[in-house]
């Protein structure tokens, strides 16, 4: 396979992986433009077991999405809605307490909650159903608010950020999901996002909550209009602020839907570009331990060969996942244990389910 790494011109980035080189833009703009798509996977598989061995992770977790009302209404986006659409909604605290008691037999770990930035929802709001949550499930990891979400509580607050996140983790929080990254490009954000926060205010919430302790994730959103160039700086970013802060958890690629969106005359992104995006993010992020193909947006077959493509992580059982959903996903909106325990040995690995910060709890 080594040579056929080398016949593809990649034998220079090559022998950088094998000896636990940094690879440079340049290395990764030449692998998202490669043609050679098992020979970049053959790379990413390098480095995914040198990180992380045969296992793959999964998470017995549950998805509530709070409102879906938002000011910034990005072109890429189905979920937000303006406050007076006839699709819009809101849950009240009773609402998410209700939606955790549903669950409250099974074995859930973590409550992933994010939504729309809402125009009237007070500060007092968000700390109000993390102390429910918490109050129902005092041992529950709860990820909840994107970056773009903390800076706008921030502003409800009238605080600085730090100090909002420290409320919010007096409150409950434990960790914050990666959404709202999108692509860091000012570029793309003019474009798609105009009123979103912007890419370095993305970055220094992130690092401002690796600072306090908190531990994060990190998103793309590619397959719109964005360039390759774009779309390693943006990893560039990510890796440069991992060097200064150390918080992240895991990278997670997300593919665009078009369907639903401003942008709904693009096409799905194809096979090879959601294989290509997961192996170049696993070969640039050398400072990531995890790399997550999230089954609800790539479909769980792809999920299946994204695990030797420098995935290790398919995400997890999720149930009822709205966001995605809502711009044209055809997946099925939970999985249960038993599903991604087969969906991984299939593919080869080692099914390990674990805790929101990568602590096992169980291996198969």
Known sequence: MESYVEKAGLGDILHKIKNSERISREDGIRLYQSPHLLAVGYLANIV????NGDNAYFIYNQHINYSNICTNLCKFCAFGKDKDSDKAYEMTREDVARKVRERIDEPITEIHMVGGIHPDLPFSYYTDLLKEIKAIRPAIHIQAF???????LAKLAGKTVDRTLEILMEAGLDSIPGGGAEVFSPR?????????????GWLEVAKTAHRLGLKTNATMLYGHIETVEERIDHLDALRQAQDETNGFLAFIPLAFHPKNTQLADLSRTSG?????????????????????????????????????????????????????????????????????????????????????????????
């Open 146 to 152: 994107t970056c773009v979400e903390i800076d706008h």
């Open 272 to 364: 090879i570009d959601d294989l290509k995006s997961l192996a170049v993010a696993r070969c640039f992020l050398d400072n990531f331990p995890h790399i997550k193909a999230y089954w609800v947006m790539i479909g769980p077959k792809m999920a299946q060969v994204a695990l030797s493509f420098g995935a290790d992580d398919v995400d997890g059982t999720v149930k009822e996942e709205i966001i995605t959903h809502m711009a044209g996903a055809e997946t099925e909106q939970a999985m249960s244990i038993d599903e991604l325990v087969r969906l991984i040995k299939q593919a080869g690995r080692v099914p390990v389910q674990r805790g929101t910060l990568y602590d096992v709890i169980k291996t198969y």
């Open 188 to 200: 793309i954000r003019k474009l798609t996002c105009e009123s979103k926060l912007s890419g370095e």
């Open 48 to 51: 995914r077991e040198r990180l």
